[in-house]
């Protein structure tokens, strides 16, 4: 099996100044495509993923899909307090978790999908 991952934006979000800056990148709507060319099938995912401002701020009208994915791509920290008082921590990856669930996706295709076995008989 041989998956090609495609990536898109398709809806970002600003809030019109923070720190000197402005129309600053606040959430990205995505969109992640998986095409199995050698058993024509597809998949796909979306999502939000909320950014907040940093160093490697770029002037809105200097951006380009890819800069705004690597941004997404970018490690997000989650922090949580559990059930016992306790702190915890996690490192999420987007573009690990996305292309996993079509990749699943696909799998369970496969698994699903109908053949036609030669007749025992002939």
Sequence with gaps: MSIAFKWSVNKIQVIPAQKGKTNIVTNVEW????????????????????LTLGDSFVNFDNLNEQQVLDWCFAPEVVTWVDLDNTTKTSTRLLKNEGETQVTEQIERQLAQKETEPALPWA
Excluded: M
């Design 31 to 50: 969109a992640v495509t998986a095409t199995d060319n050698v058993n024509n099938l597809t998949a796909s995912a979306s999502g939000t993923r909320h």
